[in-house]
């Protein structure tokens, strides 16, 4: 198991039996990473269809509804669901919030943040891209949750959209360079937004572009 997340004692640090450490522990008993895969999928969409059929576009977004949307979405399947981690977590040689300071710095997302940035009725596209940007990369730069963060991060950049009348984020350029994406967030740490702005507004346009064909 990796260091990182070798903590004795916490459910956040376990995996389920059979998986190679490959599926965390779950109220299931899957061990297939490919089915636990296919079930994440299946009940992110159900989130969706759930979240943006009821977000209204006045609506001011807060950390209460983020982690609601985390416990709805996987509270069927682990324990720790809606909570914040306590485990550090790190992804390749980049580290994230200390998961300690998850609580602090959410709260400060909630106050300083969300509150500033939503709702984002009558934005114009320049005040949306960077509202969606400092959002987004706060998120992932806190990654509150032991699983789903990128996941979930992208739910909340699509609820802004909406709210100011635009379509779902089309995140094809940010799959196919993820060098860029990583860059971007890399870039939040010294509060520079501007390489995340700009993959969001690609983003905003290519979906305008599929949107009209």
Known sequence: ????????????????????DR????????????????????????????????????????????????RRWLGNVYVW?????????????????????????????????????????????????EAIAVVHVELI???????GNGRLSRLVANVMALQAGRQQLDYTSWDERKADYFAAVRAGLSNDYEPMQGLVRRALREADGKQDE
């Open 81 to 129: 669901a809606g909570q914040y981690r306590t485990l550090n977590m790190s992804k390749e040689d980049f580290v994230f919030a200390a998961g300690g300071q998850v609580p602090k710095l959410m709260d400060n997302l909630d106050k300083e943040i969300l509150s500033v940035r939503t709702p984002c009725a009558d934005m114009s596209e320049d005040q949306l891209t």
């Open 1 to 20: 198991m990796n260091d990182k997340y070798d903590t004795a004692g916490n459910i956040e640090a376990q995996f389920e039996a059979g998986s190679d």
């Open 23 to 70: 599926v965390l522990a779950n109220k299931l008993g899957v061990s297939n990473a490919e089915e636990m895969d296919d079930i994440e999928l299946f009940l992110m969409q159900r989130l969706y269809e759930a979240v943006l059929g009821s977000v209204e576009s006045d609506q001011r977004l807060r950390v209460a509804d983020i982690r609601e949307w985390h």
């Open 141 to 147: 730069l806190i990654h509150p949750f032991r699983e």
